[in-house]
């Protein structure tokens, strides 16, 4: 009896055999059709759209030498073009992440008439040409503006200024703040700030312990998405700026005037230190959304 059941498993084993060798050679179902067609295609067009044409940027910017770069990158003019760029980026998404959130949490929270038409018109600066959007700033608020002439007897001047190019960089970053928050705020459940308030937690400790460290996230990516689109901004800027050497002249409009001047190297040198602090900003920023999403 024994070796009959030992011949049964044997031929139980047999018959296993054939079945594993069947299951190792089937392929493994994916859930996306064409898994590999698509990612090709995916690198393909990342690399012909994305990745050579900053390798040529790269490339024609080295042919200055190091020497060559760093005397091309360390004229006052500039840095100084350089800094204005990016200082008005920070505080135009700084200003933006605050009022953006304030907009975006009306429009999910609250009704009221013309809420369609005030929505409509967040989304004014994607569909506006830029040089169109630069001329309607420039012109209200201008010395004799709508707002500039209220604003010069005060001694603010908004218009051919720094503080202008903060109003554009404002102005064409704020949808990316409140499109970006608005899907998050309608998910977050106001059972759970009824809970807070039934707890007996007062407004404000809502609004920080429940309902920001939701937001916080997608807070962080709206502000790169919007810091991103005022450093490279040139049509809404160059009219509103006054665009004075060391004064106020953004760096977009000096890489201009270099390829106008056919410093095809310069202009790439300058594009370059663009790429390169627009890239560690943003890869901080990503670093500190996926620090603060592993913490939650």
Known sequence: MTASLNSAADGDGERSRPDRRAAAGRKVRRVMPGFTITLGYTMFYLCLIVLIPLAGVFFKASGLGFGGLWHALAAPRVLAALKLSFGAALIAASINIVFGTVVAWVFVRYRFPGKSLF?????????????????????????NGWIGSLLMPLGIKVAYSRLGIIVAMTFIGLPFIVRTLEPVLSDVEKDLEEAAATLG????????????????????????????????????????????????????????????????????????????????????LNALQAWVGSRR
């Open 119 to 143: 929505n409509a018109f967040i989304d004014l600066p994607f569909a506006l040409p830029t040089a169109v959007a630069g001329i309607a700033l420039t012109a209200i608020y201008a010395p």
């Open 201 to 284: 937690a007062a407004r404000w400790q809502t609004v920080t312990r429940v309902i920001l460290p939701a937001m916080l996230p997608t807070m962080m990516t709206g502000f790169a998405l919007a810091f991103a689109r005022a450093v490279g901004e040139y049509g809404s800027v160059i009219f509103i700026a006054g665009n004075l050497p060391m004064v106020s002249e953004i760096t977009p409009l000096l890489i201009i005037i270099k390829l106008q001047e056919y410093d095809y190297a310069g202009a790439a040198a300058i594009g370059v230190v663009m790429l390169a602090v627009s890239f560690v900003i943003l890869l901080t």
